[in-house]
Nanobody, 114 residues
Framework: QVQLVESGGGLVQPGGSLRLSCAASGRFFSLSAMGWYRQAPGKQRELVATIGSSGSTNYADLVKGRFTISRDNAKNTVFLQMNSLKPEDTAVYYC????????WGKGTLVTVSS
């Protein structure tokens, strides 16, 4: 069983930055592909960024050049550094782990507003 706990969300002004963290339990973190997804009000959940067990990364076009995903296998944690935030980045951000099965956290709310 894998449990994921997100943190770091909050209210930020346009142009600001936030760093999300996702702490994972379980023995297979280093073997897991990890990802961040988001869901804005009235919209479907969408991919933000993923990072493989080897460290390879993938980003949605909307966040390329602004967001950076990283992982610390020693701490079973994955991060999402978000810079140059825009109001359209407002959403609940979810952490995902994939190792044989998909696991989801409960999400953390990011609000970008002046």
């Amino acid at each position: 069983q894998v449990q994921l706990v997100e943190s770091g969300g909050g209210l930020v002004q346009p142009g600001g930055s936030l760093r999300l963290s996702c702490a994972a339990s379980g023995r297979f973190f280093s073997l897991s592909a990890m990802g961040w997804y988001r869901q804005a009000p009235g919209k479907q959940r969408e991919l933000v960024a993923t990072i493989g067990s080897s460290g390879s990364t993938n980003y949605a076009d909307l966040v390329k050049g602004r967001f950076t995903i990283s992982r610390d296998n020693a701490k079973n944690t994955v991060f999402l550094q978000m810079n140059s935030l825009k109001p359209e980045d407002t959403a609940v951000y979810y952490c995902n782990a994939h190792y044989v099965m998909n696991y989801w956290g409960k999400g953390t709310l990011v609000t970008v507003s002046s």
